[in-house]
Protein backbone atom coordinates (compact mmCIF):
# COMPACT_ATOMS: atom_id res chain seq x y z
CA UNK A 1 0.00 0.00 0.00
CA UNK A 2 1.32 3.48 -0.81
CA UNK A 3 2.13 5.37 2.41
CA UNK A 4 1.39 9.16 2.51
CA UNK A 5 4.83 10.05 2.43
CA UNK A 6 5.53 7.92 -0.91
CA UNK A 7 2.17 10.21 -2.53
CA UNK A 8 3.20 13.04 -1.15
CA UNK A 9 6.72 12.33 -2.64
CA UNK A 10 4.96 11.24 -5.81
CA UNK A 11 3.18 14.78 -6.29
CA UNK A 12 6.71 16.77 -5.85
CA UNK A 13 7.78 14.19 -8.91
CA UNK A 14 4.86 15.35 -10.81
CA UNK A 15 5.08 18.98 -9.82
CA UNK A 16 9.02 19.21 -10.96
CA UNK A 17 8.05 17.50 -14.12
CA UNK A 18 5.18 19.27 -14.94
CA UNK A 19 7.09 22.65 -14.89
CA UNK A 20 10.06 21.44 -16.65
CA UNK A 21 11.08 19.03 -19.32
CA UNK A 22 13.96 16.67 -18.44
CA UNK A 23 16.32 17.24 -20.78
CA UNK A 24 19.90 17.06 -20.08
CA UNK A 25 22.19 19.41 -21.02
CA UNK A 26 24.70 18.53 -23.73
CA UNK A 27 27.53 20.45 -22.64
CA UNK A 28 27.72 18.76 -19.23
CA UNK A 29 26.76 15.28 -20.24
CA UNK A 30 29.17 14.72 -22.75
CA UNK A 31 32.55 13.30 -22.49
CA UNK A 32 34.64 15.94 -23.00
CA UNK A 33 38.10 16.37 -24.77
CA UNK A 34 41.14 17.19 -21.98
CA UNK A 35 42.42 19.64 -21.64
CA UNK A 36 38.58 21.02 -21.46
CA UNK A 37 37.62 24.54 -22.88
CA UNK A 38 35.14 26.41 -20.75
CA UNK A 39 34.74 30.12 -19.20
CA UNK A 40 35.17 30.56 -15.75
CA UNK A 41 33.65 32.58 -13.31
CA UNK A 42 34.64 33.90 -9.82
CA UNK A 43 34.39 31.01 -7.13
CA UNK A 44 35.46 28.77 -10.36
CA UNK A 45 31.63 29.16 -11.62
CA UNK A 46 31.58 27.10 -15.08
CA UNK A 47 34.80 25.34 -14.17
CA UNK A 48 34.83 21.60 -15.14
CA UNK A 49 37.06 19.21 -12.57
CA UNK A 50 36.55 16.19 -13.96
CA UNK A 51 34.31 13.45 -15.64
CA UNK A 52 31.49 11.56 -13.00
CA UNK A 53 29.25 9.13 -13.72
CA UNK A 54 28.14 9.59 -9.60
CA UNK A 55 25.56 12.12 -10.21
CA UNK A 56 23.77 15.36 -12.26
CA UNK A 57 22.22 18.03 -11.24
CA UNK A 58 20.73 20.01 -13.91
CA UNK A 59 20.32 23.41 -12.60
CA UNK A 60 17.86 25.15 -15.16
CA UNK A 61 15.54 21.87 -14.83
CA UNK A 62 15.54 21.10 -11.40
CA UNK A 63 16.56 17.71 -11.69
CA UNK A 64 19.27 15.26 -9.50
CA UNK A 65 20.11 12.02 -10.05
CA UNK A 66 22.61 9.60 -8.95
CA UNK A 67 24.10 7.08 -11.10
CA UNK A 68 21.06 7.94 -13.67
CA UNK A 69 18.39 7.05 -11.06
CA UNK A 70 16.21 10.12 -10.17
CA UNK A 71 16.15 11.32 -6.60
CA UNK A 72 12.63 11.10 -6.65
CA UNK A 73 12.31 7.77 -7.02
CA UNK A 74 14.98 7.08 -4.90
CA UNK A 75 13.77 8.81 -1.76
CA UNK A 76 10.02 7.23 -2.52
CA UNK A 77 11.23 3.21 -2.87
CA UNK A 78 15.04 3.13 -2.00
CA UNK A 79 16.82 3.46 1.50
CA UNK A 80 19.65 5.82 2.40
CA UNK A 81 22.53 2.28 3.03
CA UNK A 82 21.31 0.91 -0.66
CA UNK A 83 21.69 5.08 -1.90
CA UNK A 84 24.82 4.62 -0.51
CA UNK A 85 25.60 1.76 -2.31
CA UNK A 86 25.13 2.62 -5.18
CA UNK A 87 26.82 5.84 -5.54
CA UNK A 88 29.94 4.11 -3.91
CA UNK A 89 29.63 1.17 -6.26
CA UNK A 90 28.23 2.32 -9.00
CA UNK A 91 24.81 0.06 -9.01
CA UNK A 92 21.84 -0.72 -7.03
CA UNK A 93 23.24 -3.91 -5.03
CA UNK A 94 20.83 -7.59 -5.08
CA UNK A 95 19.54 -8.86 -2.27
CA UNK A 96 22.52 -10.40 -1.05
CA UNK A 97 24.84 -7.69 -1.71
CA UNK A 98 22.84 -5.16 0.21
CA UNK A 99 22.59 -7.71 3.07
CA UNK A 100 26.25 -7.77 3.18
CA UNK A 101 26.67 -4.20 2.69
CA UNK A 102 23.79 -3.46 6.10
CA UNK A 103 25.91 -6.50 8.13
CA UNK A 104 29.30 -4.09 7.65
CA UNK A 105 27.86 -1.21 8.52
CA UNK A 106 25.93 -2.11 10.87
CA UNK A 107 29.51 -4.15 12.48
CA UNK A 108 30.99 -0.65 11.95
CA UNK A 109 28.26 1.30 13.38
CA UNK A 110 29.01 0.06 16.81
CA UNK A 111 32.34 1.93 18.17
CA UNK A 112 35.02 -0.34 19.41
CA UNK A 113 35.83 0.66 23.13
CA UNK A 114 39.20 2.25 22.00
CA UNK A 115 37.01 4.66 19.74
CA UNK A 116 34.34 5.48 22.14
CA UNK A 117 37.12 5.94 25.07
CA UNK A 118 38.64 8.53 22.68
CA UNK A 119 35.87 9.98 21.50
CA UNK A 120 34.40 11.01 24.95
CA UNK A 121 37.22 11.66 26.15
CA UNK A 122 37.49 14.93 23.49
CA UNK A 123 36.06 18.24 25.34
CA UNK A 124 32.81 18.50 23.09
CA UNK A 125 30.45 21.22 23.53
CA UNK A 126 32.98 23.99 23.72
CA UNK A 127 32.52 24.84 20.11
CA UNK A 128 30.33 24.01 16.76
CA UNK A 129 29.10 20.85 16.46
CA UNK A 130 30.43 20.78 13.20
CA UNK A 131 33.99 21.55 14.64
CA UNK A 132 33.27 18.44 17.44
CA UNK A 133 32.31 16.36 14.55
CA UNK A 134 35.80 17.00 12.05
CA UNK A 135 37.65 16.56 15.37
CA UNK A 136 36.05 13.37 16.16
CA UNK A 137 36.59 11.85 12.34
CA UNK A 138 40.06 12.88 12.94
CA UNK A 139 40.11 10.70 16.01
CA UNK A 140 38.78 8.09 14.20
CA UNK A 141 41.75 7.94 11.51
CA UNK A 142 44.39 7.76 14.17
CA UNK A 143 42.90 4.77 15.86
CA UNK A 144 42.73 3.12 12.38
CA UNK A 145 45.73 0.97 11.71
CA UNK A 146 44.64 1.17 7.48
CA UNK A 147 44.09 4.52 7.60
CA UNK A 148 47.35 5.50 5.59
CA UNK A 149 46.44 2.40 3.44
CA UNK A 150 45.61 4.78 0.29
CA UNK A 151 44.89 1.48 -2.23
CA UNK A 152 41.22 2.03 -3.58
CA UNK A 153 40.40 -1.22 -1.52
CA UNK A 154 41.24 -0.25 1.65
CA UNK A 155 39.86 3.53 0.95
CA UNK A 156 36.35 1.89 0.11
CA UNK A 157 36.39 -0.11 3.24
CA UNK A 158 37.51 3.17 5.36
CA UNK A 159 34.38 4.87 3.38
CA UNK A 160 32.08 1.79 4.48
CA UNK A 161 33.55 2.56 8.31
CA UNK A 162 32.92 6.56 8.02
CA UNK A 163 29.04 5.90 6.91
CA UNK A 164 28.41 3.93 9.56
CA UNK A 165 30.68 5.99 12.37
CA UNK A 166 29.74 9.43 11.93
CA UNK A 167 26.25 8.65 12.97
CA UNK A 168 27.11 7.57 16.03
CA UNK A 169 29.88 10.51 16.52
CA UNK A 170 27.30 12.81 15.44
CA UNK A 171 24.80 10.50 18.65
CA UNK A 172 27.75 11.37 20.91
CA UNK A 173 28.22 14.96 20.26
CA UNK A 174 24.33 15.49 20.62
CA UNK A 175 24.02 14.13 23.44
CA UNK A 176 27.37 15.09 25.03
CA UNK A 177 26.41 19.09 24.63
CA UNK A 178 22.87 18.68 26.12
CA UNK A 179 25.30 17.35 29.14
CA UNK A 180 23.84 13.26 28.55
CA UNK A 181 24.98 10.31 28.69
CA UNK A 182 25.38 9.13 25.11
CA UNK A 183 24.53 5.83 23.71
CA UNK A 184 25.84 3.47 21.62
CA UNK A 185 24.20 2.06 18.09
CA UNK A 186 21.18 -0.07 17.99
CA UNK A 187 21.67 -1.73 14.74
CA UNK A 188 18.43 -3.45 14.64
CA UNK A 189 17.44 -0.07 13.28
CA UNK A 190 18.23 1.30 10.01
CA UNK A 191 21.15 4.17 9.85
CA UNK A 192 18.38 6.91 9.85
CA UNK A 193 16.67 6.10 12.88
CA UNK A 194 19.36 5.27 14.88
CA UNK A 195 20.85 8.39 14.37
CA UNK A 196 17.63 10.04 15.49
CA UNK A 197 17.40 7.05 18.49
CA UNK A 198 21.70 8.27 19.45
CA UNK A 199 20.63 11.53 19.49
CA UNK A 200 17.30 12.35 21.02
CA UNK A 201 17.58 9.14 22.93
CA UNK A 202 14.16 7.84 21.80
CA UNK A 203 13.92 5.49 18.62
CA UNK A 204 11.53 7.73 16.12
CA UNK A 205 8.40 6.50 14.68
CA UNK A 206 8.16 4.07 11.83
CA UNK A 207 7.07 7.81 10.19
CA UNK A 208 9.46 9.83 11.12
CA UNK A 209 12.33 7.26 10.20
CA UNK A 210 11.36 7.33 6.72
CA UNK A 211 11.19 10.62 6.59
CA UNK A 212 15.05 10.90 8.54
CA UNK A 213 15.71 8.47 5.59
CA UNK A 214 14.11 10.32 3.02
CA UNK A 215 16.34 13.13 4.05
CA UNK A 216 19.95 11.60 3.49
CA UNK A 217 18.86 10.38 0.82
CA UNK A 218 18.11 13.75 -0.84
CA UNK A 219 21.51 14.82 1.06
CA UNK A 220 24.05 12.18 0.17
CA UNK A 221 25.24 13.33 -3.24
CA UNK A 222 25.10 17.43 -4.97
CA UNK A 223 27.55 17.57 -7.97
CA UNK A 224 31.11 19.45 -7.55
CA UNK A 225 30.08 21.51 -4.35
CA UNK A 226 32.24 22.80 -1.55
CA UNK A 227 32.84 20.45 0.33
CA UNK A 228 32.76 17.69 -2.48
CA UNK A 229 35.41 18.98 -3.93
CA UNK A 230 37.51 19.82 -0.85
CA UNK A 231 37.84 16.19 -0.09
CA UNK A 232 38.79 15.58 -3.54
CA UNK A 233 40.94 18.38 -3.35
CA UNK A 234 42.91 16.68 -0.24
CA UNK A 235 42.47 12.92 -1.74
CA UNK A 236 44.24 14.18 -4.96
CA UNK A 237 47.81 14.74 -3.17
CA UNK A 238 47.20 10.81 -2.49
CA UNK A 239 46.66 12.05 1.39
CA UNK A 240 44.05 9.76 3.05
CA UNK A 241 39.92 8.97 3.23
CA UNK A 242 39.84 10.54 6.91
CA UNK A 243 41.66 13.46 6.21
CA UNK A 244 39.54 14.28 2.72
CA UNK A 245 36.36 13.91 5.00
CA UNK A 246 37.79 16.09 7.86
CA UNK A 247 37.96 18.61 4.94
CA UNK A 248 34.93 17.90 3.72
CA UNK A 249 33.60 18.16 6.79
CA UNK A 250 35.36 21.51 7.41
CA UNK A 251 33.66 23.30 4.15
CA UNK A 252 30.33 22.00 4.70
CA UNK A 253 30.24 24.08 8.10
CA UNK A 254 29.99 27.06 6.38
CA UNK A 255 26.85 29.04 6.12
CA UNK A 256 27.08 30.09 2.53
CA UNK A 257 27.01 25.69 2.11
CA UNK A 258 25.77 23.12 4.52
CA UNK A 259 25.86 25.50 7.30
CA UNK A 260 22.82 27.28 6.16
CA UNK A 261 20.08 24.75 7.31
CA UNK A 262 20.75 25.70 11.02
CA UNK A 263 20.70 29.97 9.65
CA UNK A 264 17.43 29.30 8.07
CA UNK A 265 15.77 27.77 11.53
CA UNK A 266 17.74 31.06 13.49
CA UNK A 267 15.81 33.31 10.50
CA UNK A 268 12.38 31.88 11.36
CA UNK A 269 12.72 32.33 15.15
CA UNK A 270 14.51 36.08 14.37
CA UNK A 271 11.08 36.60 12.27
CA UNK A 272 8.89 34.98 15.19
CA UNK A 273 5.10 34.68 13.66
CA UNK A 274 3.94 34.91 9.73
CA UNK A 275 2.74 38.69 10.47
CA UNK A 276 6.04 39.37 10.77
CA UNK A 277 7.34 38.60 7.40
CA UNK A 278 6.74 41.46 5.15
CA UNK A 279 8.51 43.77 7.48
CA UNK A 280 11.14 41.43 8.16
CA UNK A 281 11.68 41.18 4.38
CA UNK A 282 11.73 44.50 3.66
CA UNK A 283 14.27 45.33 5.90
CA UNK A 284 16.68 42.20 4.98
CA UNK A 285 16.77 43.53 1.20
CA UNK A 286 17.27 47.56 2.57
CA UNK A 287 20.25 45.68 4.12
CA UNK A 288 21.17 43.56 1.04
CA UNK A 289 20.83 40.57 3.39
CA UNK A 290 20.82 36.99 1.84
CA UNK A 291 18.00 34.92 2.62
CA UNK A 292 18.69 32.02 4.32
CA UNK A 293 18.17 28.84 2.51
CA UNK A 294 17.47 30.64 -0.71
CA UNK A 295 19.21 30.83 -3.93
CA UNK A 296 22.23 28.50 -5.47
CA UNK A 297 24.94 28.40 -7.70
CA UNK A 298 23.54 25.51 -9.90
CA UNK A 299 19.78 25.58 -9.80
CA UNK A 300 18.22 28.11 -11.34
CA UNK A 301 14.89 26.26 -11.01
CA UNK A 302 13.00 24.74 -7.72
CA UNK A 303 15.50 22.74 -5.79
CA UNK A 304 14.16 19.17 -6.25
CA UNK A 305 15.22 18.65 -2.55
CA UNK A 306 13.40 21.33 -1.48
CA UNK A 307 10.12 19.90 -3.31
CA UNK A 308 10.34 16.57 -1.43
CA UNK A 309 11.03 18.72 2.07
CA UNK A 310 8.40 21.36 1.80
CA UNK A 311 5.68 18.89 1.70
CA UNK A 312 7.57 16.28 4.24
CA UNK A 313 7.89 19.40 6.41
CA UNK A 314 3.94 20.38 6.51
CA UNK A 315 3.18 16.61 7.44
CA UNK A 316 5.52 16.85 10.10
CA UNK A 317 5.03 20.18 11.54
CA UNK A 318 1.32 19.23 12.11
CA UNK A 319 1.68 16.37 14.35
CA UNK A 320 4.18 18.22 16.19
CA UNK A 321 2.90 21.38 17.04
CA UNK A 322 5.60 23.15 18.85
CA UNK A 323 7.00 23.95 14.72
CA UNK A 324 4.13 24.20 13.16
CA UNK A 325 4.90 28.36 13.10
CA UNK A 326 7.85 27.81 11.88
CA UNK A 327 6.37 25.99 8.65
CA UNK A 328 3.80 28.71 8.49
CA UNK A 329 6.10 31.65 8.52
CA UNK A 330 8.83 29.92 6.37
CA UNK A 331 5.65 28.94 3.65
CA UNK A 332 5.31 32.53 3.70
CA UNK A 333 8.62 33.60 3.43
CA UNK A 334 9.06 31.77 0.21
CA UNK A 335 6.34 33.38 -1.31
CA UNK A 336 7.82 36.64 -0.36
CA UNK A 337 11.47 35.51 -2.14
CA UNK A 338 9.93 33.82 -5.04
CA UNK A 339 7.72 37.05 -6.00
CA UNK A 340 10.08 39.25 -5.69
CA UNK A 341 13.37 36.86 -6.76
CA UNK A 342 12.20 34.49 -8.98
CA UNK A 343 11.46 35.36 -12.00
CA UNK A 344 14.40 38.14 -11.91
CA UNK A 345 16.98 36.32 -10.37
CA UNK A 346 16.02 32.91 -10.36
CA UNK A 347 16.22 32.46 -6.71
CA UNK A 348 14.29 29.51 -4.79
CA UNK A 349 14.15 27.84 -2.10
CA UNK A 350 17.54 25.34 -1.79
CA UNK A 351 17.59 21.58 0.41
CA UNK A 352 18.23 23.82 3.13
CA UNK A 353 15.17 25.56 3.56
CA UNK A 354 12.90 23.30 4.84
CA UNK A 355 15.23 20.54 6.26
CA UNK A 356 15.72 22.21 9.44
CA UNK A 357 11.53 22.52 10.57
CA UNK A 358 11.75 18.68 9.78
CA UNK A 359 14.99 18.15 11.98
CA UNK A 360 13.13 20.27 14.77
CA UNK A 361 9.82 18.39 14.58
CA UNK A 362 11.65 15.47 15.28
CA UNK A 363 13.25 16.87 18.60
CA UNK A 364 16.76 17.85 17.05
CA UNK A 365 18.59 20.86 18.39
CA UNK A 366 19.28 23.57 15.83
CA UNK A 367 22.98 23.62 16.01
CA UNK A 368 22.52 19.66 15.26
CA UNK A 369 21.46 20.24 11.49
CA UNK A 370 24.57 20.17 9.55
CA UNK A 371 25.98 17.19 11.06
CA UNK A 372 23.36 15.40 9.96
CA UNK A 373 23.67 16.94 6.66
CA UNK A 374 27.30 15.54 6.66
CA UNK A 375 26.62 11.69 7.98
CA UNK A 376 24.51 11.67 4.40
CA UNK A 377 27.18 13.77 2.24
CA UNK A 378 30.02 11.36 3.81
CA UNK A 379 27.98 9.13 1.15
CA UNK A 380 28.94 11.55 -1.67
CA UNK A 381 32.18 12.23 -0.88
CA UNK A 382 33.65 8.98 -0.64
CA UNK A 383 32.02 7.93 -3.70
CA UNK A 384 33.41 10.92 -5.58
CA UNK A 385 37.05 10.24 -3.76
CA UNK A 386 37.24 7.07 -5.03
CA UNK A 387 35.91 7.43 -8.48
CA UNK A 388 39.05 10.34 -8.53
CA UNK A 389 41.26 8.10 -6.93
CA UNK A 390 41.00 5.39 -9.54
CA UNK A 391 42.47 7.82 -12.49
CA UNK A 392 43.89 10.36 -9.74
CA UNK A 393 45.69 13.55 -10.96
CA UNK A 394 46.61 16.22 -8.36
CA UNK A 395 44.98 19.38 -8.32
CA UNK A 396 46.61 22.58 -9.35
CA UNK A 397 44.93 25.54 -10.68
CA UNK A 398 46.85 28.58 -11.06
CA UNK A 399 46.20 32.25 -9.24
CA UNK A 400 46.24 35.18 -11.92
CA UNK A 401 49.23 37.66 -9.74
CA UNK A 402 47.95 40.72 -10.29
CA UNK A 403 50.63 42.18 -7.69
CA UNK A 404 53.72 44.07 -8.44
CA UNK A 405 56.42 42.28 -10.17
CA UNK A 406 59.70 43.83 -8.12
CA UNK A 407 59.99 45.08 -5.15
CA UNK A 408 63.69 46.11 -4.11
CA UNK A 409 63.78 44.11 -0.12
CA UNK A 410 63.91 47.37 2.50
CA UNK A 411 66.25 46.51 5.86
CA UNK A 412 63.45 46.39 8.83
CA UNK A 413 64.89 50.32 10.11
CA UNK A 414 64.05 51.03 6.59
CA UNK A 415 59.90 50.30 6.26
CA UNK A 416 57.52 52.92 6.75
C1 LIG B 1 24.05 29.46 -2.42
C2 LIG B 1 24.81 30.75 -2.72
C3 LIG B 1 26.08 30.78 -1.84
C4 LIG B 1 25.21 30.77 -4.20
O1 LIG B 1 26.09 31.82 -4.36
P1 LIG B 1 26.56 32.38 -5.80
O2 LIG B 1 26.37 31.38 -6.85
O3 LIG B 1 27.94 32.92 -5.58
O4 LIG B 1 25.49 33.52 -6.08
P2 LIG B 1 25.64 35.06 -5.71
O5 LIG B 1 25.89 35.21 -4.25
O6 LIG B 1 26.62 35.66 -6.64
O7 LIG B 1 24.17 35.58 -6.03
C5 LIG B 1 23.73 35.97 -7.31
C6 LIG B 1 22.67 37.06 -7.14
O8 LIG B 1 21.53 36.51 -6.47
C7 LIG B 1 21.35 37.17 -5.21
N1 LIG B 1 21.11 36.12 -4.19
C8 LIG B 1 21.69 34.91 -4.13
N2 LIG B 1 21.26 34.23 -3.06
C9 LIG B 1 20.38 35.05 -2.44
C10 LIG B 1 19.61 34.89 -1.27
N3 LIG B 1 19.67 33.80 -0.54
N4 LIG B 1 18.82 35.92 -0.88
C11 LIG B 1 18.76 37.06 -1.62
N5 LIG B 1 19.47 37.24 -2.75
C12 LIG B 1 20.28 36.25 -3.15
C13 LIG B 1 22.67 37.85 -4.89
O9 LIG B 1 22.50 38.95 -4.03
C14 LIG B 1 23.16 38.22 -6.26
O10 LIG B 1 22.44 39.36 -6.65
P3 LIG B 1 23.20 40.50 -7.53
O11 LIG B 1 23.45 39.84 -8.85
O12 LIG B 1 22.20 41.60 -7.58
O13 LIG B 1 24.45 40.86 -6.79
C15 LIG B 1 23.92 31.99 -2.42
O14 LIG B 1 22.71 31.88 -3.14
C16 LIG B 1 23.65 32.16 -0.95
O15 LIG B 1 24.47 32.76 -0.22
N6 LIG B 1 22.46 31.66 -0.45
C17 LIG B 1 22.17 31.72 0.96
C18 LIG B 1 22.91 30.63 1.71
C19 LIG B 1 22.34 29.26 1.42
O16 LIG B 1 21.15 29.05 1.50
N7 LIG B 1 23.26 28.32 1.15
C20 LIG B 1 22.90 26.94 0.91
C21 LIG B 1 23.14 26.51 -0.50
S1 LIG B 1 22.51 24.90 -0.79
Known sequence: MTTQIEK????????????????????????????????????????????TTIGYVNGSKGWLIYRGLDCFDLSEFSSFEETSYLLIFGKL?????LADFNAKLAEYRILTDEEWKAVNALPLGKGHPMSDLRTAVSVLGLLDPTAEDTRVEAETEVSIKLLAKVPALAGIIARVRKGQEPIQADTSLSLAADMVRMMTGNAPSEE?????DVCLILHADHGMNASTFTSMVVNSSMSDMYSSIVAGIGSLKGPLHGGANEAVLKTLEEIGSPDRVDDWYANARTKKKKVMGFGHRVYKAYDPRARVLQPLAELLSKRHPEVEKYYEIAVKLEGKVISELGKEKKIFPNVDFYSGIVYAAMGIETEMFTPIFAVSRVAGWTARVLEYLKNNRIFRPRGIYVGPAYVEYAPIDKRG
Open 8 to 51: LIQSAKEKAYEETDSAAEPALTSAVEWPVKCNVGLGLEGAVACE
Open 93 to 97: PSSKE
Open 208 to 212: DAKVM
